[in-house]
């Protein structure tokens, strides 16, 4: 079963827009972390937000965590066409050991 | 050279045939992982390895087998092909912090016909 769940499924915004990704979970979680897809390509690490903090950045990065509403969000300011990818989230469950990873969302920039 | 490497890239191979999917690393981490994604669904994890003794199930292990013949090297085999076997593959790797923040590799694309 998918820890996560990511909203919207699908984002198209224009270039130099900021774009926002939501992630939600379900259960308690030592990190929640960020990854990036280019199409058919392996994940890339983005940035890692612990259980303990509410917010991060990381260049044109922002990631906020909730952990009352067991959320998490991505901020992406002043896109960029190179930003085009899939976006994912990725708990790590305490006890688990192991990342349990959400749906994604596709990100569209258009120029 | 890339830190986690996947051999082959691509293959298409028949139902019911044995097939093999292999992985190396040169970060020197402990933890590797075999992943599959299919389309909408998201990464689930196959199995995974803490050490070349320590090798556990993860959601989707059925209808696969895995072999960490070293640190450095993890093999996902598929016994008997399945068209519903058809996905990307990914193997990744974590070292043992704690924090699991993951290495992919480039991923393996299997079609079973």
């Known amino acids: 079963s998918q820890q996560g769940e990511e909203d919207p499924q699908a984002l198209s915004i224009q270039e130099g827009e900021n774009a926002t990704m939501n992630c939600s979970y379900k259960t308690s979680i030592n990190n929640l972390q960020w990854y990036r897809q280019n199409s058919g390509r392996g994940l890339v690490h983005l940035i890692l937000?612990?259980?303990?903090?509410r917010e991060k950045h990381s260049g044109r990065l922002r990631v906020t965590l909730d952990t009352s509403k067991k959320s998490s969000s991505l901020l992406i300011t002043a896109s960029r066409a190179a930003d085009t990818a899939s976006y994912f989230c990725a708990t790590d469950p305490l006890g688990a050991q192991k990342l349990v990873f959400g749906q994604g969302t596709r990100l569209t920039i258009n120029p | 050279d890339a830190d986690v490497t996947q051999t082959p890239r691509n293959r298409i191979t028949k139902t019911g045939k044995r097939i093999m999917l292999e992985c190396s690393q040169t970060k020197g981490h402990d933890r590797m992982y075999w992943y599959r994604q299919d389309p909408g669904l998201g990464l689930r994890l196959i199995y995974y390895?803490?050490?070349?003794?320590?090798?556990n199930k993860g959601e989707i292990s059925d209808g696969y087998s895995v072999s960490r013949q070293a640190q450095a090297k993890f093999s996902l085999s598929l016994e008997s092909a399945i068209p519903n076997q058809t996905a990307l593959y990914f193997c990744?790797?974590?070292?043992?912090?704690?924090?699991?923040?993951?290495?992919f590799g480039p991923g393996t694309r299997l079609t079973v016909t």
């Open positions: 390895s803490f050490d070349v003794k320590d090798i």
């Open positions: 990744a790797t974590s070292d043992s912090s704690g924090r699991l923040e993951q290495y």
């Open positions: 937000i612990r259980s303990n903090e």
